[in-house]
């Protein structure tokens, strides 16, 4: 018998089938991440390599520096649209269909559901439900994709200039992403296993 999923994973599911029902705002929300992430990756790299030839030879390389600062303006460009056409555009109609499935969900329970409830706090439920995306969504495409589209980015130069220490990388990396979520899923089943006597006293503990 398969272990019920905990609601937090069921809100992630929930979310992320509400995000396929608009493809192109997803995949230019995805771009998006991606331009954070050659903002923190690249664009570094390019500055360093304007330095080293700097140091080197004593001379600065305009050629490179200008292409970096294109670089860097195109980036800016491209963010400015992805964020526009693609997290705000997904943000917006997301987070409409979860107020109004939420609330179209309610008004056709029958009187028994809500004699058993308080209405203003199923209310005060159903909006925190949908206004929770907009966590979920700074949280995706602001910091957990850009960065690991970084680590990806990082992982591929290092492989380009130094074969075996950027595989090393990537090996400890993925072992160590494993790891966490493998621990992270373990927790989840823990936490899913409490006995009804343990329950029974934490809810004395906790009255």
Known sequence: MQPELQPNWRALFLYLSYCRRYPRPAVLAGCFSICLALRDTIVPLLVALVLGRYIRSGRVDVNLLIFTALF??????????????????????????????????????????FANRFSGSLVNQASRF????????????????????SVMIAVSVMIHYVPWIGLAILAVWLVAVGLVIYLGLNRCRCAGRLSPKKASRLASWLT
């Open 72 to 113: 860097q303006l195109l980036l800016i460009f491209l963010s400015h649209r992805t964020d526009k056409w693609g997290v705000s555009v997904l943000h917006n109609r997301v987070a409409k269909d979860l107020y109004e499935d939420s609330f179209n969900y309610l008004i056709h329970q029958d009187y028994a559901f």
């Open 130 to 149: 949908a206004k929770a995306y907009t966590v979920f969504s700074d949280i995706t495409f602001f910091d957990m994709l850009p960065l690991l589209f």
